[in-house]
């Protein structure tokens, strides 16, 4: 089983930038699609952006439209790091955000995610 941590999250004000950490430890090797994801109050958890490939060096990215051209997913091999790094942020953008091996929202093992908040 694979662990993740999440971090990086912040309070911002509108049109700033922020850079979310998302570190794996344990069975890494076969998690090679990572994806963000995010959850207002009150809403259900939404996917924000995702990774694939065959290893963990680049790979294809995915967004959804609401983040397109404003957020940028990345990865170190090294590290065994996914990077989601967040500009022009919108109040809408305040959630908490979560990384997970997939880019599906029907996943199992959520960790605590990272507090992010725009204010106007």
């Known amino acids: 089983q694979v662990q993740l941590v999440e971090s990086g999250g912040g309070l911002v004000q509108a049109g700033g930038s922020l850079r979310l950490s998302c570190t794996a430890s344990?069975?890494?090797?076969?998690?090679?699609?990572m994806g963000w994801f995010r959850q207002a109050p009150g809403k259900e958890r939404e996917f924000v952006a995702g990774?694939?490939?065959?290893?963990?060096?680049?790979?294809?990215?995915h967004y959804a439209d609401s983040v397109k051209g404003r957020f940028t997913i990345s990865r170190d091999n090294a590290e065994k790091t996914v990077y989601l790094q967040m500009n022009s942020l919108k109040p809408e953008d305040t959630a908490v955000y979560y990384c997970?091996?997939?880019?599906?929202?029907?996943?199992?093992?959520w960790g605590q995610g990272t507090q992010v908040t725009v204010s106007s």
């Open positions: 997970a091996p997939t880019m599906s929202t029907n996943y199992q093992y």
């Open positions: 344990g069975r890494t090797s076969n998690y090679y699609t």
């Open positions: 990774i694939t490939g065959f290893t963990w060096t680049g790979g294809n990215t």
